[in-house]
């Protein structure tokens, strides 16, 4: 039977830039699974009522029906343990909860601002006046006004991103030798950023940057080859 | 042989209040071992040349001499491998890297502004000076203009804790179902603030205030019982 899972799409079914989704793509790579990423929009939200929530990605399996990036991670070991651990142990899955959060509660909010625009212009038409409401609702002002000037929004995401530098300096990868779900998780941000912006947020001299051009080459450069907007593919303004 | 190891202390030789000796502290109770604590100031860099740095906590078991906190919890497990562990497996020791600079570049700047009159306060007078200079150099300012208002330096400290309150939502310690030397890091900086100054940094409601509190309890109240100033024993102004 085969894995499906719901994956954001943009106004060009090509662009698939979630962040959690790009997590569940990498791990189902780690795993050797294979699945059908099956496009999804914002408002397309009756596609996974079964699923009991709203967002994507949610995954398929059998009977097996799993909503969350991280409850899918935690599934495929459970369901695959003959295949490559995600995760590396009970511990190192707990301690991920953690890099979990610090992706949503601090990642995420550092880039988000300097995105949006992007974005709300690459997204399907049918998702905008969603897209328009559901941001200026989180963050109480036109959409207009959340976006920051790029020099703004890569400075304090470089300053978010002192953490995740001064691993990277020591260790080539956040699970250690080899790269697993942790590593999944942050690059996700990055690819979403890569894949709708122009913006190059770490200097080539970071260790965060090689790191990321490592996970773009991992599984045959499954990352790398990954649709990009057009004004994505241009220098930096 | 005893077990020793350099552990920062105030002007009043009680006073132990290092984030990083507490961390060590800790990780000798989590397995079981004894030592001693030598009390050790900012200024007494030849007592510690043995070491080839300048820094405490600095551990000596017979022939070993080890420098940096995580590195003797990572010594401790190699040397001590048949009491419980500190990191649990590999993946979980390299995870922890992540926190380990999470608390160097994130917590800890978040909190040094609050707490630093309260620091120059409690050390010993022979350390002022050097202290004075060593964080002016730093900060490139008076040290009268690095201390924040506490109410500002809070509210900073709560942003920067959210990825850690989202955590402990959702699982008692960050190493899962026990603690281990990841929790015992992060507590290390709560225990700083604690013993120097009358701040709740943390709503009595926050998750992250219970899990302090556990950790306070653990090992029969070692964090609980430690020697505070005065003046972080009276109520918040």
Redesign the interface.
């Known amino acids: 039977m085969t894995i499906t899972y719901h994956d954001l799409a943009g106004a060009d079914e090509r662009l698939r830039f979630s962040p959690y989704c790009w997590r569940v793509r990498l791990a189902l790579a780690h795993k050797g699974l294979v699945a059908d990423a099956l496009p999804w929009r914002f408002t397309d939200k009756e596609a996974i009522a079964f699923s009991g929530q709203e967002r994507v990605p949610v995954l398929v399996d059998g009977r097996h029906v799993v909503a969350d990036s991280f409850e899918i991670a935690r599934y495929l070991d459970s369901a695959y343990p003959d295949r490559p651990g995600l995760?590396?142990?009970?511990?190192?899955?707990?301690?991920?909860?953690?890099?979990?959060?610090?992706c949503?509660?601090?990642l995420q909010p550092a880039l988000v601002r300097l995105v949006i625009p992007y974005v709300h212009a690459c997204i399907a038409e049918r998702d905008r006046a969603y897209f328009r409401a559901s941001r200026e609702a989180r963050f109480g002002r036109p959409l207009e006004q959340i976006a920051v000037a790029p020099a703004d929004g890569i400075a304090e995401l470089r300053r978010t991103l002192?953490?995740?530098r001064?691993?990277l300096e020591?260790?080539p990868?956040?699970?250690?030798?080899a790269p697993?779900f942790?590593d999944y998780m942050v690059f996700g941000h990055f690819q979403f950023v890569r894949l709708v912006t122009p913006f190059e947020v770490v200097e080539p001299t970071d260790p965060v940057h090689a790191w990321q051009e490592r996970l773009l080459d991992a599984y045959d450069g499954l990352a790398r080859s990954a649709w990009r907007v057009p004004a994505a593919c241009e220098a930096p303004a």
Chains 1, 2 share one sequence.
């Open positions: 995760f590396g142990g009970p511990q190192a899955e707990a301690q991920a909860g953690f890099l979990r959060f610090w949503e509660q601090a002192l953490p995740l001064a691993t020591r260790q990868w956040l699970a250690g030798s697993a942790v």
